[in-house]
């Protein structure tokens, strides 16, 4: 009788088959390995369900990949009170906090969004910088700029400005890039700006920031944001902003 308690034990925790009297159950997470990024933890209702580590999401009893990974914006201090909903990023700025999200990204790419609701006051600018340059493409409610800005030599910046006709609360800005030549554009209102040059660099940081023309608060939405880059497409407002000073 106790060879065969022992086995009927030795049984039960190889296959997780645990026996109380004459009832029977399973143990729903006997198995289960959330693919390796995560731990299985069962429900009140006895069911299995994933707790994935950082960076995956749980699909039925696997956890994968959430795709953030290639998109990590980094939002800055003034960049707290950025609310994302309704797959939209919502702004506020004053004449003294310009929040800015960025990230940094290699090779090929094309970033696009539309901004939405712009206060009279509001200036949404759209950067690529690599190494000493910059293109650049911004907008407010009466003028769409394009434009390539040296830093080490303003004087020789260029710029393509287009007047909005005083109507443009919401427009695209647009950074694509292929080998080291950089196109930007702003369309707002009935203002379309494009401009073209040619950048020698590998890493190009991209951000994209608020800001006010004068003291009061302005405010922007930006949506339908979408990152080529490779094999690559994300929608950034998907994923956690990582809020850093």
Do not use: K
């Amino acid at each position: 009788m106790r060879m065969t308690f022992y086995w009927m034990a030795v049984i039960a925790a190889t296959t997780g088959i645990l026996a109380c009297g004459d009832e029977i159950t399973e143990d729903a997470c006997h198995g289960v390995t959330c693919s390796g990024h995560g731990r299985c933890q069962v429900q009140e209702n006895g069911e299995a369900e994933c707790a994935c580590d950082d960076g995956y999401l749980a699909e039925d009893l696997t956890c994968v990949d959430d795709g953030c990974g290639a998109v990590p914006w980094v939002a800055n201090e003034d960049a707290t009170d950025a609310l994302v909903s309704d797959g939209a990023l919502h702004l506020n700025a004053t004449g003294t906090e310009e929040p800015t999200i960025s990230y940094s990204i290699t090779g090929a790419f094309d970033v696009h969004f539309l901004v939405l609701d712009l206060s009279p006051n509001a200036r949404v600018t759209f950067t690529a910088r690599g190494g000493d340059s910059s293109v650049v493409a911004s907008m407010s409610p009466d003028l769409a700029i394009a434009g390539w800005i040296n830093e080490t030599s303003p004087e020789e910046s260029l710029s393509d400005f287009r007047n909005a006709g005083g109507s443009g609360n919401s427009g695209e800005l647009r950074i694509q890039r292929e080998g080291n030549t950089f196109t930007s554009s702003a369309t707002v209102g009935e203002g379309t700006a494009s401009h073209t040059y040619n950048i020698q660099t590998t890493t190009v940081a991209i951000s994209l920031s608020l800001s006010s023309t004068d003291s009061n608060s302005a405010s922007a939405s930006v949506d339908e944001f979408v990152v080529t880059s490779g094999n690559i497409q994300a929608d950034p407002f998907s994923c956690p902003l990582d809020q850093r000073d």
